[in-house]
């Protein structure tokens, strides 16, 4: 049966304290998840190794390299369940229920085994204030099936207008991914220029690796479900360096603001989501703050932008 999040085009309310246990209990299933792909795949610039995928059934690792050949774990927020495939023609699953992290981190582990997928992680949450290692978290044990699927939809939305507004630029810029550390949705585009040594930390995150995530000069849009400390779910884009006009930049739409305390301009999911035409407010939020960086950054932007759409009617040819 299909549920009603699949059978409308309109974007799924979120709203934090609705489901705030769920996410911080499903956040922590990711960085699980997202800890086997960092040991198991070479590591690629801005850590872009590590990172998940959106996918027609929820999150994804997509193919990761192994001892015997690839494998891939998927989180499907539609069946609830977290698959792990070989290319052996092995598979296992986890249901994903009501259940502590202590819990789904040792029965992955087995299936893990079972698969004879050979793979240790560092048990620590990553980018979490007082973190409790996975293997003795008894406290997150929360799963709302109808919110989490919700959220994913959402997630599927925005993906879709991320990756739109990626093809906008002829310059390096990142796949849209999913990072598990901060649990957000991100697209970032790079000026082709290095950027000063970052000063900003977090928790359980060496300096190294901050360092090199913010080697080049990047202007970065995303969306994040929220927090304790901000409960809004909201996109959000900034800029690294940050030059001294770039907050004094106008943006689009009207509901976007500059964030002086997270330094970087912020729009509440629910302006898009209530909006006439959410694609199309969000693509006003990415272009405008992108192009506050750039502009007052600098950027070469006659090298660095595109407009392929001639292309389309080009290959219209072929089909």
Not at 27 to 42: E, F, N, S, Y
Request: hydrophobic share 40%.
């Amino acid at each position: 049966m299909q549920t009603t999040a699949q059978l409308t085009d309109k974007w799924p309310v979120i709203n934090y304290d609705d489901w705030k246990d769920t996410l911080a209990t499903v956040h922590l299933w990711t960085q699980i998840v997202g800890k086997i792909r960092l040991r198991k795949m070479p590591w690629l610039n801005h850590s872009w190794h590590v990172t998940l995928y959106v996918s027609p059934d929820g999150l994804s690792t997509g193919t990761v390299p192994y001892q015997h050949g690839i494998f891939q774990i998927d989180f499907n927020f539609m069946q609830h369940q977290l698959l792990i495939s070989t290319s052996t023609g092995r598979k296992e699953a986890v249901e994903l229920r009501p259940r502590t992290v202590a819990d789904f981190y040792q029965a992955l582990f087995e299936k893990l085994k079972a698969l004879d997928i050979d793979v240790s992680i560092y048990t620590l949450p990553s980018e979490i204030a007082d973190a409790i290692p996975f293997e003795k978290d008894e406290i997150h044990r929360s799963y709302n099936a109808q919110k989490m699927e919700d959220f994913w939809q959402a997630l599927v939305k925005i993906h879709n207008v991320f990756t739109r507004f990626r093809t906008r630029f002829t310059g390096k810029c990142s796949p849209v991914h999913f990072f598990w550390g901060a649990f957000d949705l991100a697209v970032t585009r790079f000026s082709g220029r290095d950027a000063p040594p970052h000063q900003g930390e977090a928790p359980n995150m060496p300096a190294a690796v901050m360092q090199e995530a913010y080697s080049k000069e990047v202007s970065s849009c995303g969306f994040w479900p929220g927090s304790e400390q901000y409960p809004h779910a909201v996109f959000y884009a900034y800029c690294y360096p940050v030059t001294p006009t770039f907050s004094e930049q106008a943006v689009q739409p009207a509901g976007a603001f500059y964030s002086q305390e997270m330094g970087e301009f912020m729009l509440p999911y629910e302006v898009v989501q209530q909006s006439p035409d959410p694609e199309e407010t969000l693509l006003a939020f990415m272009q405008s703050t992108y192009e506050a960086a750039a502009n007052t950054g600098h950027w070469d932007r006659a090298s660095l932008e595109c407009d392929l759409s001639h292309l389309e009617n080009a290959y219209g040819c072929f089909k």
